[in-house]
């Protein structure tokens, strides 16, 4: 098919690739520089696979001087920049362009500081989420956010889409768990925003850069919180004969004040498939699954687990099952965490979808998704961050089947947009990218986004920085600013008027 409409290649960019590539080579020595249509094809798409641009040439730079010179060198020719981290996107925000250049950050992957006493990590933003775990679990750390893809997601791909996870309930987004970042604005310039202190003053602009998949900046370091593991974490499964049961039961244990680690649903298609892939002992005669963990003081633990299995009982729970240890507990987990690929098992392809709603609308959206299902001909498999309201609709299909992928990307719109009309939002951590880019009129009506494109402005007046995604239409910068007349003359005059 032919995808989502993308700004049109520049021909005089395309023109000069040659010696775009040659000055790229300049800046970026050795082996930084990929320009050989095989060789980029590895770069042509990143989670969302449907669709596929290989880039005007790949660059991975190790340095912040040289994402520094290379955005400088693109702004003053007009050359568009695309960033990539690790390419896990699941809403084409990395989908590169005919004319642009890639900007893949995987080589900056160290970590730089780890600070026990502030309890800050500071790490390039080519290090994957787990890789920060794993540098501090021995003095008994962890970093808390931790998305399904968290082996292979970067932690500057994490800043960019604002990641969440199966903890992100009680511990927060990214946005939550990020103290500070170092970034190259698109004319060269390097600024810093934050540090390892709690907070500063003036406008949150590292709010601003949390979740702005690469339209604002490209950064190059990251500081994030590091939390101390809880002295106990216990997780329990529990069985419910329908969504809507279990579903009522993560709205009670919210509304009673109980607030666990990670509440997790899912719905006996991706049961059963988590289970015949990771063996996690699952039960297999239910319609849905709860995964509550419990973490803090044994006492406490101990407390809120019986007042969980209290709740679910009322609301007519048939299984429940406790982890007796932490390899127990993790076994939980891996079931969770091993949905996605585990469902690739049953279905030629997926399409995995990002909606945010309110708890209490869960039944009703569950019920809409099983009316979409017959209507569509499609299957679909759930997997919720059920805490928070963050749905991850699995919609079954196969691409060689004609018209099976468009049937697909109607069912997740349809999806999205009843999120939409009982008070949820398009997406709570994957992004919009070019995947929910044209929905977002159905949330935002046009001064709203025409407010949001002016922030894209103060920071990238030319529109250099990942063109095509997130808006469903740019203006020039100039036709947003109010016409101020000088002394008779309108400023930017060359600039055509509508």
Same mark, same amino acid.
């Given at each position: 098919?032919?995808?989502?409409?993308?700004?049109?290649?520049?021909?005089?960019?395309?023109?000069?690739?040659?010696?775009?590539?040659?000055?790229?080579?300049?800046?970026?020595?050795?082996?930084?520089?990929?320009?050989?249509?095989?060789?980029?094809?590895?770069?042509?798409?990143?989670?969302?696979?449907?669709?596929?641009?290989?880039?005007?040439?790949?660059?991975?730079?190790?340095?912040?001087?040289?994402?520094?010179?290379?955005?400088?060198?693109?702004?003053?020719?007009?050359?568009?920049?695309?960033?990539?981290?690790?390419?896990?996107?699941?809403?084409?925000?990395?989908?590169?362009?005919?004319?642009?250049?890639?900007?893949?950050?995987?080589?900056? =992957?160290?970590?730089?500081?780890?600070?026990?006493? =502030?309890? @800050?990590?500071?790490?390039?933003?080519?290090?994957?989420?787990?890789?920060?775990?794993? @540098?501090?679990?021995?003095?008994?750390?962890?970093?808390?956010?931790?998305?399904?893809?968290?082996?292979?997601?970067?932690?500057? %791909?994490?800043?960019?889409? =604002?990641?969440?996870?199966?903890?992100?309930?009680?511990?927060?987004?990214?946005?939550?768990?990020?103290?500070?970042?170092?970034?190259?604005?698109?004319?060269?310039?390097?600024?810093?925003?934050?540090?390892?202190?709690?907070?500063?003053?003036?406008?949150?602009?590292?709010?601003?850069?949390? +979740?702005?998949? %690469?339209?604002? %900046?490209?950064?190059?370091?990251?500081?994030?919180?590091?939390?101390?593991?809880?002295?106990?974490?216990?997780?329990?499964?529990?069985?419910?004969?329908?969504?809507?049961?279990?579903?009522?039961?993560?709205?009670?244990?919210?509304?009673?004040?109980?607030?666990?680690?990670?509440?997790?649903?899912?719905?006996?298609?991706?049961?059963?498939?988590?289970?015949?892939?990771?063996?996690?002992?699952?039960?297999?005669?239910?319609?849905?699954?709860?995964?509550?963990?419990?973490?803090?003081?044994?006492?406490?633990?101990?407390?809120?687990?019986?007042?969980?299995?209290?709740? @679910?009982?009322?609301? %007519?729970?048939?299984?429940?099952?406790?982890?007796?240890?932490?390899?127990?507990?993790?076994?939980?987990?891996?079931?969770?965490?091993? @949905?996605?690929?585990?469902? +690739?098992?049953?279905?030629?392809?997926?399409?995995?979808?990002?909606?945010?709603?309110?708890?209490?609308?869960?039944?009703?959206?569950?019920?809409?998704?099983?009316?979409?299902?017959?209507?569509?001909?499609?299957?679909?498999?759930?997997?919720?961050?059920?805490?928070?309201? =963050?749905?991850?609709?699995?919609?079954?299909?196969?691409?060689?089947?004609?018209?099976?992928?468009?049937?697909?990307?109607?069912?997740?719109?349809?999806?999205?947009?009843?999120?939409?009309?009982?008070?949820?939002?398009?997406?709570?951590?994957?992004?919009?990218?070019?995947?929910?880019?044209?929905?977002?009129?159905?949330?935002?009506?046009?001064?709203?986004?025409?407010?949001?494109?002016?922030?894209?402005?103060?920071?990238?007046?030319?529109?250099?920085?990942?063109?095509?995604?997130?808006?469903?239409?740019?203006?020039?910068?100039?036709?947003?600013?109010?016409?101020?007349?000088?002394? +008779?003359?309108?400023?930017?005059?060359?600039?055509?008027?509508?």
């Amino acid at each position: 098919m032919s995808g989502p409409a993308m700004p049109k290649p520049d021909q005089a960019t395309l023109a000069r690739r040659e010696e775009i590539v040659a000055d790229m080579r300049v800046i970026v020595p050795g082996e930084g520089v990929v320009d050989a249509v095989n060789s980029m094809r590895a770069f042509e798409s990143d989670g969302l696979t449907a669709y596929r641009q290989l880039p005007l040439v790949v660059v991975l730079p190790e340095t912040t001087a040289q994402v520094s010179r290379i955005l400088k060198y693109c702004s003053d020719r007009n050359i568009r920049v695309v960033p990539r981290g690790s390419g896990t996107s699941l809403s084409g925000g990395a989908l590169p362009l005919e004319d642009a250049v890639l900007l893949v950050m995987s080589r900056f =992957n160290r970590i730089l500081d780890i600070d026990y006493a =502030n309890r @800050a990590v500071v790490a390039q933003p080519g290090v994957t989420n787990l890789g920060i775990t794993k @540098a501090v679990e021995e003095e008994g750390f962890y970093y808390a956010p931790d998305p399904s893809s968290q082996i292979a997601c970067s932690i500057g %791909g994490n800043v960019a889409e =604002n990641s969440g996870g199966v903890h992100c309930l009680k511990y927060g987004l990214t946005a939550n768990n990020v103290l500070g970042i170092e970034m190259v604005l698109m004319d060269g310039e390097v600024v810093r925003l934050g540090g390892k202190h709690l907070d500063a003053e003036g406008y949150d602009l590292l709010g601003l850069m949390t +979740g702005s998949e %690469g339209l604002l %900046g490209v950064v190059t370091e990251v500081t994030v919180r590091i939390l101390q593991a809880p002295e106990t974490a216990r997780a329990m499964l529990v069985g419910f004969p329908s969504s809507e049961e279990a579903g009522q039961c993560v709205a009670d244990i919210i509304g009673v004040g109980i607030i666990p680690g990670g509440m997790e649903m899912m719905d006996r298609p991706a049961i059963h498939a988590a289970e015949d892939f990771v063996h996690a002992g699952y039960p297999l005669d239910v319609e849905a699954l709860l995964i509550v963990e419990l973490d803090g003081p044994q006492a406490e633990v101990d407390h809120l687990l019986s007042r969980v299995e209290e709740i @679910a009982a009322k609301n %007519g729970a048939t299984t429940s099952r406790v982890s007796n240890s932490d390899t127990e507990r993790a076994a939980f987990w891996a079931g969770r965490k091993a @949905a996605f690929p585990a469902v +690739g098992r049953i279905s030629p392809d997926y399409y995995c979808m990002d909606g945010t709603i309110p708890r209490k609308e869960l039944p009703k959206v569950l019920a809409g998704m099983r009316e979409m299902s017959e209507k569509y001909g499609l299957r679909v498999a759930n997997v919720f961050h059920a805490g928070d309201g =963050n749905l991850h609709p699995l919609i079954l299909y196969d691409a060689n089947q004609p018209g099976e992928l468009e049937r697909a990307e109607d069912f997740g719109a349809d999806i999205l947009k009843l999120c939409v009309a009982v008070g949820g939002v398009l997406t709570g951590e994957h992004g919009v990218g070019v995947e929910k880019r044209d929905l977002m009129p159905e949330m935002f009506t046009e001064a709203d986004l025409n407010q949001q494109i002016r922030v894209k402005c103060a920071f990238d007046p030319e529109h250099l920085l990942n063109p095509g995604k997130v808006f469903p239409q740019l203006h020039r910068c100039a036709e947003l600013g109010r016409m101020h007349i000088h002394r +008779g003359k309108m400023p930017f005059p060359d600039i055509p008027r509508f």
